[in-house]
Nanobody, 124 residues
Framework: EVQLQASGGGLVQSGGSLRLSCVASGFQDNDYAIVWFRQAPGRYREGVSCISSSGGSTYYIDDVKGRFTISRDNAKNTVHLQMESLKPEDTGVYFC?????????????????WGQGTQVTVSS
C-alpha cells in the first residue's frame, strides 16, 4: 500500500523558514516523481515544486523560485521542501503527491497518490 506522510509545518513570522518533509513507501522510486502542492482558503490546490524520480531534475513555480528548495533522499524514501523568506501568501496546507513519471517532473502530471497535508501559517 502506498503511503505518503507530510510533516514540518507550523506557524512562522514573515521572513522565517520552515522545512517540510514527505516520507513515502510502497512504490518504485524510479517510476515516480514527487510534487508538492498547497491550498489556501478561497483558492484551488496549486502545484508548487516537483522533483524527478532520481532527484536530478527539479521545478519551481515563479512565486517560490529562489526561496524554496526541493531535495530527495531515495535511500530514506524522503523528500524535503526547504522554505526560506516565507511570506503570508505562502500560507496554506501543503501536500506531497506521487506523480507517474520516470524522468523529469511536472506540476501538471498524473497524480497517483496524495499524502496528508501539513499546515503552514506565515504571519505578517
Amino acid at each position: 500500500e502506498v503511503q505518503l506522510q507530510a510533516s514540518g509545518g507550523g506557524l512562522v513570522q514573515s521572513g522565517g523558514s520552515l522545512r517540510l518533509s514527505c516520507v513515502a513507501s510502497g512504490f518504485q522510486d524510479n517510476d515516480y516523481a514527487i510534487v508538492w502542492f498547497r491550498q489556501a482558503p478561497g483558492r484551488y490546490r496549486e502545484g508548487v515544486s516537483c522533483i524527478s524520480s532520481s532527484g536530478g531534475s527539479t521545478y519551481y513555480i515563479d512565486d517560490v523560485k529562489g526561496r524554496f528548495t526541493i531535495s530527495r533522499d531515495n535511500a530514506k524514501n524522503t523528500v524535503h521542501l526547504q522554505m526560506e523568506s516565507l511570506k503570508p501568501e505562502d500560507t496554506g496546507v501543503y501536500f506531497c503527491a506521487l506523480e507517474n513519471m520516470v524522468a523529469g517532473c511536472s506540476i501538471n502530471g498524473r497524480i497517483d497518490s496524495w499524502g496528508q497535508g501539513t499546515q503552514v501559517t506565515v504571519s505578517s
